[in-house]
């Protein structure tokens, strides 16, 4: 079926105020995280959701790891690859990635696990790709009160906050699929402070929500500000940081 919903990820309002990792914390956000996980130089590690593979010529060149990405946005690859044509990029789907099983050593979902579709498959392609005892390190955002999840569904917009879950929710899904959950740091005032840039930049959220729907790609669904607005605090957004592991008994 055919996704007419406006893609935020590759919109260029976006990047103007984050950079290219497109994600409150950015860089330093993704090495906190590395820096928890036992990642030794050479290990094979994956970008679930890559976009224009910052993230992975980051993983290259600070800490010598095998980083390949994966994103379904031939725009965004085809925009990492301009950048830098060495970047080990290919276009795929969360629910089936391209490699065969318990081969990673690590993964990352850097606002990436709140975009997918089916959540449920992308857990298990994660969990089959990872190597017994694997790392998955998961920065992104949750909706802190759940009541609000209804009206994040609605919108018109493709992004990481319309499948935002619960904090419980999002945990569990992590254990039943297999996964040992090794730390959890809540960085909302990372995305307090994105909020404060964008305001900055564009004037108000008003205008940024505005401009986004006056810049939607043709045949997408235009972006009613009031409701995202509304269903952002009726959600009372979060951002936090994950890190978990497979279980070392399962392959």
Partial sequence: MKNDSFKLYESDLLRQTTGDTLRPGGFDLTDLGVGKCDLLPGARVLDVGCGNGATVERLVSQYQLQAIGVDSSEMLLKSGKKRNPDLNLIRGMGEDLPFPANHMDGVL??????????????????FRVLKPSGWLLVNDVYARNPEGLQGLRELKLDSCIRRALPKEQLVNKLV??????????????????????????????????????????????????????????????GYFQ???QKDAHCS
């Fill in 242 to 244: 994950l890190i978990a």
């Fill in 109 to 126: 979902a850097e606002c990436a696990l709140s975009v997918m579709e089916d959540l449920d498959q992308v857990l298990n392609e994660i």
């Fill in 176 to 237: 039943v699929h297999g996964f040992k959950i090794v730390d959890w740091t809540d960085h909302t005032n990372l995305l307090t402070q994105l909020t404060v840039d964008l305001i900055m930049a564009h004037g108000s959220m008003t205008q940024f929500w505005l401009k986004t729907s006056l810049g939607s790609c043709s045949g997408a669904d235009s972006v009613e500000p009031s409701l995202v607005q509304v269903a952002l605090k009726q959600a009372k957004m």
